[in-house]
């Protein structure tokens, strides 16, 4: 086989990033579908090997909470969306908690999920904390949850929205929710 050339393709695409809807354009709808999965699998890819995955987390657990031991807001470090979450609990049916979800998905249950660490906290706040890495994807969209039980009865208190464009995390929305069931 011999060896293919993408030089000017790549030159065309970084000089003038048009160029890509230009070729999507082009594209049937079979190549088009499999353009998209091997992007997303290489986005996924450079950021596994992008670092020290482990170290990442090691940090997240030492600065991703607060003092009330709720999770921090999402970030962007590198190629990795770093993702603090927790539950802190009062007793069985009394809780304070934050998790973001992705795409509409928790992300525990989130295809994106590239590793995820949970640490449990025993004590008078026994609960846990759990950092979470996704690959940074354009167009992603995470919602952090912060929400509570009471009587084992879940409500959310607020969602927090952020998009990622050209490679950061941006809040697009905030909102404060009453009377509603969190599932």
């Known amino acids: 086989?011999?060896?293919?050339?993408?030089?000017?393709?790549?030159?065309?695409?970084?000089?003038?990033?048009?160029?890509?809807?230009?070729?999507?354009?082009?594209?049937?709808?079979?190549?088009?579908?499999?353009?998209?999965?091997?992007?997303?699998?290489?986005?996924?890819?450079?950021?596994?090997?992008?670092?020290?995955?482990?170290?990442?987390?090691e940090q997240a657990f030492e600065s991703g909470f607060g003092r009330d031991g709720l999770g921090t807001m999402p970030w962007v470090d590198g190629s990795v969306i770093v993702c603090p979450g927790s539950i802190v609990a009062k007793s069985r049916t009394n809780h304070r908690c934050r998790f973001v979800s992705v795409d509409d998905v928790w992300i525990w249950e989130s295809s994106e999920l590239i590793q995820?660490?949970?640490?449990?906290?025993?004590?008078?706040?026994?609960?846990?904390?759990?950092?979470?890495?996704?690959?940074?994807?354009?167009?992603?969209?995470?919602?952090?949850?912060?929400?509570?039980?009471?009587?084992?009865?879940?409500?959310?208190?607020?969602?927090?929205s952020f998009e990622v464009r050209k490679g950061e995390l941006i809040e697009v929305s905030q909102r404060q929710v009453s009377g509603r069931g969190m599932q």
């Open 116 to 160: 995820e660490e949970k640490l449990s906290h025993p004590g008078r706040d026994e609960g846990f904390k759990a950092v979470a890495l996704l690959p940074v994807t354009e167009g992603m969209s995470l919602d952090v949850v912060t929400g509570k039980a009471r009587a084992g009865q879940h409500s959310v208190d607020r969602v927090v």
């Open 1 to 57: 086989m011999a060896t293919r050339r993408y030089g000017t393709i790549v030159k065309h695409l970084t000089d003038d990033p048009e160029t890509a809807v230009e070729l999507a354009q082009k594209l049937s709808d079979d190549v088009l579908t499999h353009l998209a999965a091997a992007l997303r699998d290489e986005v996924r890819r450079r950021a596994i090997s992008g670092g020290n995955l482990e170290a990442l987390i």
